[in-house]
């Protein structure tokens, strides 16, 4: 028996792949460390990639794309052409730390501070630090899966139900509601 290899080449960097290095996204062969962000070169694996016409990005900058262009059609702006116009203390490259707080302007609905991504939690269109995303009511922490709200205000099911059970509807909560939402637009002195 005679080993003749592998005719799979990596699509990123067009080399042979071994089956021991094969990562195969969408059909498509890569070496494990190719597998990469087009972006910001960060390597992906298979559960946290997203891929448009064959350019593979990490999730935050696939959501970043949609959001500065508006839609999936149109890349980023080319690096080559911003460091033409940069001087030359500004063309190096953010450390990979920068780049993974990097791109966003959310604030958290709980403390009004930025949430960024690798720290935030977003349901119903509001985003939350997950240190932020508490019940109201007993301050359990919560998940997009056992919360519950009223009127903004953030309760885990077990509370949320506790408390209509308490009195057999939800308006003692709604008024609490307005109380809480008042009290924390009233700038402190």
Do not use: W
């Not at 308490?166 to 924390?184: D, F, P, V």
């Amino acid at each position: 028996m005679s080993f003749t290899g592998t005719q799979q080449k990596c699509k990123a960097c067009e080399k042979t792949v071994y089956p021991v290095e094969l990562l195969s996204a969408d059909g498509v062969p890569y070496h494990k460390s190719c597998f990469k962000c087009s972006h910001c070169k960060g390597t992906l694996k298979l559960a946290n990639y997203s891929s448009m016409e064959g350019v593979l990005y990490c999730k935050p900058h696939f959501e970043q794309l949609f959001k500065e262009t508006g839609n999936f059609n149109k890349n980023f702006q080319s690096p080559a052409k911003t460091a033409e116009k940069l001087t030359p203390d500004l063309t190096r490259s953010p450390s990979k730390a920068a780049r993974m707080f990097s791109g966003t302007v959310e604030k958290c609905a709980t403390c009004s501070k930025t949430a960024y991504p690798l720290e935030k939690v977003t349901v119903e269109g509001q985003s939350y630090h997950k240190s932020c995303f508490k019940c109201s009511h007993g301050g359990c922490s919560l998940s997009p899966s056992n919360y519950a709200a009223l009127e903004g205000i953030l309760y885990c099911k077990h509370h949320f139900s506790q408390l209509f059970k308490e009195k057999g509807s939800y308006n003692h909560l709604i008024k609490s509601a307005s109380i809480k939402r008042a009290a924390a637009s009233v700038p402190e002195a």
